[in-house]
């Protein structure tokens, strides 16, 4: 059975940090495309950053390119967001997704999901 768990969310001031991760288990998928969604109150659930599991290849939404970096551990199943220079604007709760074959940027095109994590960012 496939889990993944988010761990890392918290409260933060506005210029802060948090990394946030991702453990993956029952889940060997060499083409599958790791990816962190966050949804706002009121919002539509939007992906932030994905990486392709084979090769690392990596992409970021565009409103938060050069402050979040995604990466990943083969070796603990683990997937990371560290997030810096976080704004309130960043609030919101963080989900874990997995789809395959190859990235997506949909969640409905994502099979399996975390519980998600919240991210609180106060100005």
């Known amino acids: 059975q496939v889990q993944l768990a988010e761990s890392g969310g918290g409260s933060v001031q506005a210029g802060g940090s948090l990394r946030l991760s991702c453990a993956a288990s029952g889940y060997t998928d060499s083409r599958a495309c790791m990816a962190w969604f966050r949804q706002a109150p009121r919002k539509d659930r939007e992906e932030v950053a994905n990486i392709y599991i084979g090769d690392g290849a990596t992409h970021y939404a565009e409103s938060v390119e050069g402050r979040f970096t995604i990466s990943q551990d083969n070796a603990k199943s683990t997937v990371y967001l560290q997030m810096n220079s976080l704004k309130p604007e960043d609030t919101g709760m963080y989900y874990c997704?997995?789809?395959?074959?190859?990235?997506?940027?949909?969640?409905?095109?994502?099979?399996?999901w975390g519980q998600g994590t919240q991210v609180t960012v106060s100005s």
């Open positions: 997704a997995a789809a395959s074959p190859g990235c997506r940027s949909d969640w409905y095109a994502h099979n399996y």
